[in-house]
């Protein structure tokens, strides 16, 4: 049971990953790879929630491993970084990896601290 | 040497690459499907991994820390390859690339694992597993690239 939530929850994540990246691209044209942070960040405030939320080992194989994990990336951000780096664009690789663990690790304790002011 | 990957910063979908601009319009159930499949494969083997090498809030995450840093190193193999091939297969970067290695690693786990450590008065765990994923994975993606594509040439020679 926990293995098929495990793939439903990232068969939604990976593709959802893949659209988003496609809609800012389509939107925003820039050489910084903003649609790979937008869905790491998000991911990053949800699993935070996630984490301070009283959820059961069924919604979080589903939504945590699966769709949270799924959803965001390293491996895109790192190859990223170092295309940017290989491009000349030094400094929007540094931004992306500072901005990136930043701003994950910022969205992640907002989304714990909002699922544990809410549950009390 | 003619690298039509050459634009691309992205590996799961860089739209100043013509190929990857028309994948989706093109058959979008078949690029999807193949994006959810390899991503309920990489889920799949990160959460058996974390499952076989589980760790407390104020320890070291290494079963994620060895997900992410693998996963780097195959996505620069992975894309070294592609760009040698021309791109190879229609659907080899949605299903490996964005698929399987996107839904391997995770940014998420990551940030949520740091955070918890704080939470959990591990504050140097935390600022050593930040770190050391970081590096790792950046020279992960700069080693997986450069020893295939260094390999690539030599055999093309």
Do not use: K
């Given at each position: 049971m926990t293995v098929l939530l495990i793939a439903l929850g990232a068969a939604v994540g990976a593709p959802l990953r893949y659209l988003t990246d496609r809609a800012v691209q389509s939107r925003h044209h820039s050489a910084f790879p903003w649609g790979t942070l937008l869905v790491n960040v998000s991911g990053s405030l949800l699993l935070g929630a996630l984490a301070g939320w009283p959820i059961g080992p069924a919604v979080s194989a589903l939504l945590s491993t699966g769709f949270c994990g799924a959803l965001t990336t390293y491996s895109t951000f790192s190859y990223e970084t170092l295309r940017l780096t290989r491009g000349g664009h030094r400094l929007l690789a540094l931004a992306n990896v500072l901005g990136s663990v930043a701003a994950g690790l910022a969205a992640a304790t907002v989304g714990y601290a909002l699922a544990r002011a809410l549950t009390g | 040497m003619p690298e039509p990957f050459e634009p691309r910063t992205d590996p799961d979908v860089d739209l100043r690459v013509p190929a990857d601009r028309r994948e989706l319009t093109a058959r979008p159930a078949t690029i999807l499907a193949t994006i959810a499949a390899g991503g309920a494969l990489g889920a799949l083997a990160r959460a058996g991994l974390q499952h076989a090498v589980p760790h407390a809030?104020?320890?070291?995450g290494w079963a994620t820390f060895i997900v992410n840093t693998s996963g780097c190193l195959l996505i620069g193999v992975l894309m070294a390859v592609l760009g040698h091939l021309d791109?190879?297969?229609?659907?080899a970067r949605p299903f490996l690339g964005v698929g399987v290695l996107g839904g391997f690693t995770t940014f998420s786990t990551y940030a949520v694992d740091i955070q918890q450590a704080i939470v959990a008065g591990a504050p140097g765990t935390a600022l050593a597993y930040l770190a050391a994923t970081v590096l790792g994975a950046l020279v992960a993606v700069g080693l997986g690239d450069a020893a295939t594509a260094g390999l690539l040439r030599r055999a093309a020679r």
């Amino acid at each position: 049971m926990t293995v098929l939530l495990i793939a439903l929850g990232a068969a939604v994540g990976a593709p959802l990953r893949y659209l988003t990246d496609r809609a800012v691209q389509s939107r925003h044209h820039s050489a910084f790879p903003w649609g790979t942070l937008l869905v790491n960040v998000s991911g990053s405030l949800l699993l935070g929630a996630l984490a301070g939320w009283p959820i059961g080992p069924a919604v979080s194989a589903l939504l945590s491993t699966g769709f949270c994990g799924a959803l965001t990336t390293y491996s895109t951000f790192s190859y990223e970084t170092l295309r940017l780096t290989r491009g000349g664009h030094r400094l929007l690789a540094l931004a992306n990896v500072l901005g990136s663990v930043a701003a994950g690790l910022a969205a992640a304790t907002v989304g714990y601290a909002l699922a544990r002011a809410l549950t009390g | 040497m003619p690298e039509p990957f050459e634009p691309r910063t992205d590996p799961d979908v860089d739209l100043r690459v013509p190929a990857d601009r028309r994948e989706l319009t093109a058959r979008p159930a078949t690029i999807l499907a193949t994006i959810a499949a390899g991503g309920a494969l990489g889920a799949l083997a990160r959460a058996g991994l974390q499952h076989a090498v589980p760790h407390a809030p104020t320890g070291f995450g290494w079963a994620t820390f060895i997900v992410n840093t693998s996963g780097c190193l195959l996505i620069g193999v992975l894309m070294a390859v592609l760009g040698h091939l021309d791109g190879g297969h229609p659907l080899a970067r949605p299903f490996l690339g964005v698929g399987v290695l996107g839904g391997f690693t995770t940014f998420s786990t990551y940030a949520v694992d740091i955070q918890q450590a704080i939470v959990a008065g591990a504050p140097g765990t935390a600022l050593a597993y930040l770190a050391a994923t970081v590096l790792g994975a950046l020279v992960a993606v700069g080693l997986g690239d450069a020893a295939t594509a260094g390999l690539l040439r030599r055999a093309a020679r």
